[in-house]
C-alpha cells in the first residue's frame, strides 16, 4: 500500500524555467510533508517542508504547495538550475515533527543547460 | 556539514556472512535513530526505528532476527544483516533528528552479497 505517490518518475526541464514536481498522499493522518533532494549513492537531503496547517511554505528559489482536501502537494523550482538535477522524493509524517518518515518513489529531475 | 555519518559506504560479501552496518550522530545526541533501504529505483522503505537502551521497533513484514539493531549509546546505532543473501544487497541509509529540526540522514550504505 503505497501511501505517498509520485506519479511521475522523471521530469525534464530547461534552465531558468519552472520544476514542479507532484505528489499525493492517501493516510489522512499525516500532517507533515517534506521534500529531499537525493544524488545517486548518498543520503537524502532536506530541502523544505510544510505543516498541515499551512497551504504554502517558501525558501528562495523553492515552494511547496500543500492541497489537504486533495491530499496533494508540489515543489516549485523556479528558477531551475543544472546543479538541481536529481531525485526528489516527497516524504511525509503523521503526529512528529518529521520523524518515522514515508516516502514517494521520486522523481529525476533533469534541468538542461 | 554532516550531521549523521555512516559507515561503511559500500561493502561487498560473500552470501551466509554477516554485515554490520554503523550509525553514528555527530556532535549530537539521538536517542531515536532510523534505518532505511532503498531497492533500485524504489522509495526508501522504513525498517526499523532504533531506540537507545531499548529494543528496536520493526516494521511489518522486516525479520527481526535477519537485521538486528543495536543502539547502544546515545550516538551510535548499528545494524547488522545476518547470514546474508543475495536478495539482501541494497542501499542501507539511517537517519537521525537533531532537536525538531527535520531528518538527517547518512551518505548509506551500498551492500552487495554475492
Known amino acids: 500500500d503505497q501511501q505517498v505517490k509520485q506519479n511521475s518518475p522523471s521530469l525534464s526541464v530547461q534552465e531558468g524555467r519552472i520544476s514542479i514536481l507532484n505528489c499525493d498522499y492517501t493516510?489522512?493522518?499525516?500532517?507533515?510533508f517534506l521534500w529531499y533532494k537525493k544524488y545517486p549513492a548518498e543520503g537524502p537531503t532536506f530541502l523544505i517542508s510544510?505543516?498541515?496547517?499551512?497551504d504554502k511554505n517558501e525558501d528562495g528559489r523553492f515552494t511547496v504547495f500543500l492541497n489537504k482536501s486533495a491530499k496533494h502537494l508540489s515543489l516549485h523550482i523556479v528558477p531551475s538550475q543544472p546543479g538541481d538535477s536529481a531525485v526528489y522524493f516527497c516524504a511525509a509524517s503523521a503526529g512528529t515533527s518529521g520523524s518515522r518518515l514515508t516516502f514517494g518513489e521520486g522523481t529525476q529531475l533533469t534541468v538542461n543547460p | 556539514g554532516a550531521v549523521v555519518s555512516q559507515h561503511p559506504s559500500r561493502v561487498i560479501c560473500k552470501s551466509g556472512t554477516s554485515v554490520k552496518i554503523e550509525c553514528r550522530s555527530l556532535d549530537f545526541q539521538a536517542t531515536t535513530m532510523f534505518w532505511y533501504r532503498q531497492f533500485p529505483k524504489k522509495s526508501l522503505m522504513l525498517m526499523a526505528t532504533s531506540n537507545e537502551g531499548s529494543k528496536a521497533t520493526y516494521e511489518q513484514g522486516v525479520e527481526k532476527d535477519k537485521f538486528l539493531i543495536n543502539h547502544a549509546s546515545l550516538t551510535l546505532s548499528t545494524l547488522t544483516v545476518t547470514s546474508a543473501h543475495p536478495e539482501d544487497s541494497s542501499f542501507y541509509i539511517c537517519?537521525?533528528?537533531?532537536?525538531?529540526?527535520?531528518?538527517?540522514f547518512g551518505n548509506g550504505t551500498r551492500l552487495t552479497v554475492t
Open positions: 493516510n489522512s493522518m499525516f500532517d507533515y
Open positions: 510544510i505543516s498541515s496547517i499551512k
Open positions: 537517519s537521525a533528528n537533531l532537536l525538531n529540526s527535520p531528518l538527517h
